[in-house]
Structure formats: C-alpha cells, structure tokens
C-alpha cells in the first residue's frame, strides 16, 4: 500500500503537469471539443500505462543493450513533434470548422508515447524509482501502471475541458490563432530538454572522447 501510494503521488504530479500529451489534448479540445476528442484522449490514458508496462517489463533492457536505438527513437519524435507544432500553429480555424482537419485517433495518440520525450523520462523513472531489488519485480511494475492508469483520466481530462472551454470564449478566428500558435511554441519548448540530451549524448560524448 505504501509503494502504490508513493507512486500514484509521483503519477499525479508528472501526469498533470505541462508536457507533449497535455498541450496536444488541449489543443484538440480547442479546436475539436471534448467529444470528438475522445478517442485521443483514451489513446493516451491506456496508452501510456501499457508503455510502462512494456518498459518496465523488457524494453529498457533492450534499450540499455543499443542506446543508440533509443537516441534514435528520441530523433524521430523530436522530428515528430516540432512537424505536429508547425501543423498546429498553421491550422485555419475555418477549415477546422468545416471537418477539413481531424483530432488525433486512439491508436496514433497511443503510439504517439513511444516517440514522446516526457512519456519516456516518466516511464524509465518510475520504473528506476519505484522497484526493487527483494522486490517480486512484475508486480511492482504493474502496480506503477495501475497507478498511471488511475490518475491518467482526470489529469488529462482536465487539460482537455480547460481546451473545450477555451473554445467557447475564443470564438474569434484571430484568437484563435493566437492560441494555436501559443500552444505550438509551448509544444516545442516542451521538447528541448529531450533535445539537449540528444545533443549531448551525439556531440558532448563524441567530444569528451576524442
């Protein structure tokens, strides 16, 4: 009980916060509304937990084992990511009014996680943190995506009824522009500490050497 608590804490605090997963579903609630948001939103909150649970039981290791497969997995979702904020911050409000663009699936949101930066350090880190070495290992893995589970409806719930209720007040093309735009920039800032790991294992480790 006391693990599970710890956990669901640590879930809590990482899943609420600002972060790839929670500006695109706000975006989406903007631009879409809650109900046609659904899908993306369920293909995050199931998931990721299911992406905890892979890591946790044998996909770190592989990824210990070829580190540059990881990096290269890193470069691919960067890449992603700033082409999903160019995207977002070009949209027209017209022609997303009129059906021409469409919300996230459940199935892209849910592998969306495995090109996702934050995803990734909130996977491995739970996973380092909260198992032990007395410990029956495949239960506390399963306890630690229980607990991601449980919180990852509200969390992100949240940041997609903050977006739908955004839809309503800015009803002026210009606004919302000015939000797709605003919600592009934090989408990308979102991702530099994963690029300056990148950056750092390519460049800094080559460096020190030599």
Same mark, same amino acid.
Request: with cysteine.
């Given at each position: 009980?006391?693990?599970?608590?710890?956990?669901?804490?640590?879930?809590?605090?990482?899943?609420?916060?600002?972060?790839?997963?929670?500006?695109?579903?706000?975006?989406?609630?903007?631009?879409?509304?809650?109900?046609?948001?659904?899908?993306?939103?369920?293909?995050?909150?199931?998931?990721?937990?299911?992406?905890?649970?892979?890591?946790?039981?044998?996909?770190?290791?592989?990824?210990?084992?070829?580190?540059?497969?990881?990096?290269?997995?890193? *470069?691919?979702?960067?890449?992603?990511?700033?082409?999903?904020?160019?995207?977002?911050?070009?949209?027209?409000?017209?022609?997303?009014?009129?059906?021409?663009?469409?919300?996230?699936? $459940?199935?892209?949101?849910?592998?969306?996680?495995?090109?996702?930066?934050?995803?990734?350090?909130?996977?491995?880190?739970?996973?380092?943190?909260?198992?032990?070495?007395?410990?029956?290992?495949?239960?506390?893995?399963? *306890?630690?995506?229980?607990?991601?589970?449980?919180?990852?409806?509200?969390?992100?719930?949240?940041?997609?009824?903050?977006?739908?209720?955004?839809?309503?007040?800015?009803?002026?093309?210009?606004?919302?522009?000015? $939000?797709?735009?605003?919600?592009?920039?934090?989408?990308?800032?979102?991702?530099?500490?994963?690029?300056?790991? *990148?950056?750092?294992?390519?460049?800094?480790?080559?460096?020190?050497?030599?």
């Amino acid at each position: 009980m006391d693990l599970f608590l710890a956990v669901l804490f640590f879930a809590f605090s990482t899943t609420i916060t600002p972060g790839p997963n929670n500006v695109m579903i706000m975006s989406s609630g903007m631009n879409y509304g809650i109900r046609a948001s659904l899908p993306h939103l369920a293909g995050i909150c199931l998931g990721f937990p299911l992406m905890v649970l892979l890591v946790g039981l044998g996909f770190g290791v592989v990824f210990e084992r070829y580190p540059n497969l990881h990096q290269l997995i890193k *470069v691919l979702g960067i890449t992603y990511l700033i082409w999903l904020a160019w995207h977002i911050a070009v949209a027209e409000p017209k022609s997303i009014a009129q059906g021409k663009s469409k919300p996230f699936s $459940f199935i892209q949101a849910a592998l969306f996680q495995w090109v996702n930066g934050k995803a990734w350090v909130m996977a491995s880190g739970a996973v380092a943190a909260f198992t032990s070495v007395g410990g029956i290992y495949w239960i506390e893995v399963s *306890v630690i995506s229980a607990a991601f589970l449980l919180v990852a409806f509200p969390c992100v719930g949240l940041w997609l009824v903050c977006g739908s209720a955004l839809r309503k007040i800015l009803t002026q093309p210009l606004f919302q522009r000015i $939000f797709n735009i605003t919600m592009a920039i934090i989408l990308v800032l979102s991702i530099v500490p994963v690029l300056m790991e *990148v950056w750092q294992f390519y460049f800094m480790a080559g460096g020190d050497s030599q």
